[in-house]
């Protein structure tokens, strides 16, 4: 990643101390950029770093972040579907005020930020075809997810008016270690069952577990991410970042017993249980994205496969990584 060409300039990555935020700050600091973390939560600050506590929802936050970014990495916010259902006015507020605001600013200052904005590939919805392409109109089938296709939009209003440029990057599922684990119980839900498989504990998944999905590791996201924020000719542009590969949810939990197997020397079991009630009929969906447009952009490439990625994370666990354990076993 040496040749990208940051240098001088100041990245801002709101949802500093979040699961991808906290890799993010940490790939930054490796380029010649100043790095400012913006939180709700406390943030350790070095030579390299500013932080600043505060909430995205507030508009004095976006002045202070907007006078001095050349390049924003959005992804503070809500990452729960189970939580916007229950919340949806909480879940658009946090969502779309935050974007608001950055307009707003951007307009009073006349500066112009490139926006690299963290969406999600689930705003695709229930899809029919594989693998699917940013072609596809969005159908979300969860107020999550309309929620995030409402912020591309407001994104890329804004970057046609020429207030801000823009690349919104929607992710598959990301699995990896970070210093933080996800916040939202239906995120994060490999690394979780990872943790389990290291402690010695059976894997339960829903249904047969046969719906696909496509994983993809956390460094290949990030990689992502800073090639968004420094490659020209991709302002107003929304792409997948994904591995490109589907597998299953059962093919993947037993990848990770076998490996686990290899390391603590306990035999694991997949069991399978019926779907309990209430849960979203997006987790049961069959999802493998197209990568190639992004690919043809930018040069990035996914560089880890899913097998190398569950050894590097039982690797990360076996020396004290910080994923916490937890039973749920639906994959968005």
Known sequence: MSHLNLNGKTAVVTGA????????????????????????????????????????????????????????????????????????????????????????????????????????????????RLPVSETLVPKPTTIYDLHKLFAEQQIDL?????????????????YGPSRSGSSANDRGVLNRITANALQGKDLLVYGGGNYLRDYVYITDVVNALLIAGATPGLNGEVFNVASGVGNTVKSAFELVASQAELITGKSLTVNFEKCPSGVAPIEFRDFTADITKFIAASGWRPEVNLSEGIALLLADLTHGGAVSSSKSNTEN
């Not at 940490?26 to 400012?36: R, T, Y």
């Not at 779309?96 to 999600?120: D, I, Y």
């Not at 804004?158 to 990301?174: F, H, K, P, Y």
């Open 158 to 174: 804004a970057t046609q008016q020429g207030t801000i440029e823009s690349v919104s990057l929607r992710l598959a599922n990301v």
């Open 17 to 128: 101390s979040g699961y991808i935020g906290s890799i993010l700050v940490d790939a930054l600091l490796k380029h010649s950029c100043k790095v400012v973390q913006v939180s709700r939560s406390k943030l350790d600050s070095s030579g390299q770093t500013k932080t600043i506590k505060a909430d995205v929802c507030n508009e004095d936050t976006w002045a202070n972040i907007v006078q001095q970014a050349d390049i924003i990495y959005h992804l503070a916010g809500n990452t729960s579907v189970y939580e916007a259902a229950k919340n949806p006015a909480e879940s658009l507020r946090s969502t779309l005020l935050p974007l608001n605001h950055l307009t707003k600013v951007s307009k009073e200052m006349q500066r112009k930020p490139l926006v690299v904005f963290a969406s999600t590939a689930t705003v695709y919805g229930l899809t029919s």
